[in-house]
Nanobody
Framework: QVQVVESGGGLVQPGGSLRLSCAASRIIFGFYNMGWYRQAPGKQRELVAAITTFGRTNYADFVKGRFTISRDNAKNTVYLQMNSLKPEDTAVYYC????????????WGQGTQVTVSS
C-alpha cells in the first residue's frame, strides 16, 4: 500500500523557519510529480508549491521568495523549506504525489500542522 507521510510541522514565531519533509513509499518516486498544499480553517485546500520529476518548480504567489521546494529521489522524499513565516501561513500542510502518466494514481498524506504565532 502506498504511503505518503509528512513531518516537520510545529509552532513557530513570525519570521521564523520550518522545514517540512514528505516521505513516499511503495511507489517509483521518479515517476511522480510532487506537491505541497495547505488548508487553513474554513478555507479551501490550495497549492503551495510543486516540483516535477525533472525538478521544475512552481510556487503560489503568496510564498514566492520565502518557500523552497526540493526533492531527493534517492530518499523518496520531498521537502518544503519555509522561511519568513507569517501568521497567515498557519494551516495544515499536505503532501501530494501524482503519477506523470497515470494521474489517477494520486496520493495524499495525512497532513502536518504548521502554526505561526507569537
Amino acid at each position: 500500500q502506498v504511503q505518503v507521510v509528512e513531518s516537520g510541522g510545529g509552532l513557530v514565531q513570525p519570521g521564523g523557519s520550518l522545514r517540512l519533509s514528505c516521505a513516499a513509499s511503495r511507489i517509483i518516486f521518479g515517476f511522480y510529480n510532487m506537491g505541497w498544499y495547505r488548508q487553513a480553517p474554513g478555507k479551501q485546500r490550495e497549492l503551495v508549491a510543486a516540483i516535477t520529476t525533472f525538478g521544475r518548480t512552481n510556487y503560489a504567489d503568496f510564498v514566492k521568495g520565502r518557500f523552497t521546494i526540493s526533492r531527493d529521489n534517492a530518499k523518496n522524499t520531498v521537502y518544503l523549506q519555509m522561511n519568513s513565516l507569517k501568521p497567515e501561513d498557519t494551516a495544515v500542510y499536505y503532501c501530494n504525489a501524482r503519477h506523470i502518466y497515470a494521474p489517477d494514481n494520486d496520493y495524499w498524506g495525512q497532513g502536518t500542522q504548521v502554526t505561526v504565532s507569537s
